[in-house]
């Protein structure tokens, strides 16, 4: 089961930090991604993160300013937000890969509770 939180409504240029807590299943073995879904849209890949944190996937739209990042131990995968866009605004969702392109939400199951992110310009 997958928690997300750290979501809030915060000005453009802010920063953020969302938290996605895994309980159950194999989060070791598992990549890990995020997502996010603004209204009328399609759930769109975020950021995706390798068992190992050697491995990091982002969307272009993301890159250079979201970094994801895991805890093993603590079963908790990250994502840093920041200067942060109206364009971000969305629910943001954490889940597991479970079989093929990290980029499709089709290939990611164990979807949890979104966290909203509220970015005003």
């Known amino acids: 089961q997958l928690q997300a939180s750290g979501g809030g409504l915060v000005q453009a240029g802010a920063s953020l930090r969302l938290t996605c807590a895994a309980s159950?299943?194999?989060?070791?073995?598992?990549?890990m991604g995020w997502f996010r879904q603004a209204p009328g849209k399609e759930r769109e890949f975020v950021a995706a993160?390798?068992?190992?944190?050697?491995?990091?996937y982002y969307a272009d739209s993301v890159k250079g300013r979201f970094t994801i990042s895991r805890d093993n131990a603590k079963n908790i995968v990250y994502l840093q937000m920041n200067s942060l866009k109206s364009e971000d605004t969305a629910v943001y969702y954490c889940?597991?890969?479970?079989?093929?392109?990290?980029?499709?939400?089709?290939?990611?199951?164990?979807w949890g509770q979104g966290t909203q992110v509220t970015v005003s310009s």
């Open positions: 889940a597991r890969h479970i079989i093929g392109n990290y980029y499709l939400a089709a290939s990611f199951g164990s």
């Open positions: 159950g299943g194999t989060f070791r073995t598992r990549v």
């Open positions: 993160i390798a068992r190992s944190d050697d491995n990091t």
